[in-house]
């Protein structure tokens, strides 16, 4: 009858009651780890699936649109709200500078050296966007199942000395202060392996979506190149 009191006394509830002060911070940090992943989680998801939608659209229109020489009156009218059609304003608006033949450092060497420039410009800065948050992530990962094992030896330690201060070494007095504290590792790897599943999505995710970023400035300085001497030839 008093073992089944003693175990039914065990638990969560009661290990975050005797938790200490050292206890408390480490269960903080994974509290703030814990949220700080999740809210990464749900934001860069719903992020990512609305530029997807976005950009196919974009895409579409841009492909199925009017002629070579409407295109820059096309993406004036446009709602700027991917990357594609920044990369696409960009572009326009660079070949249009070069085209005006002003003297100035930024078009120096011509319009494909210019427009080279700018949509190196505009993919690095995307791919600096792409970045946001999985530093975070990474940390959580990877920092998480540490944290909750220096919770978990700290917890041990503080239940083998109070064990031996009352001097009642029996396996049913060991055993639940010790299950209490291997709680924290539990806590460590629940925070890190959605922060690692995450991370690893994310960043195969990002290489697809900058990889077809460089095929369409590819196409666009084609495009506007092209077009520029055509022009050329025709004058």
Known sequence: MEQSVVVEGLGFAHFLGHLDGVGRVVLGLLLLMSVASWYLIVTRWLGNFLAQRQAEAFLKRFWQGGSRSELAARLHAEKIDNAFARLALDAVDAAEEAARGEDSLKTAGGLAEYLTRTLNNAIDQEAAAAEHGLTVLASAGSAA???????????????????????????????????????????????????????????????LWLARLEGFAHDLYVLLTVRNDGAGRGA
Do not use: C
């Open 145 to 207: 199942p540490y944290i909750g094992l220096f919770g978990t030896v700290w917890g041990i330690y503080h239940a083998l000395v109070q064990i031996g201060l009352s001097g009642q070494g029996t396996l049913d007095k060991v055993a639940g202060p010790v299950g209490e504290a291997l709680i924290m590792t539990a806590l460590g790897l629940a925070v890190a392996i959605p922060a690692v599943l995450a991370y690893n999505a994310f960043s195969r995710r990002n290489r």
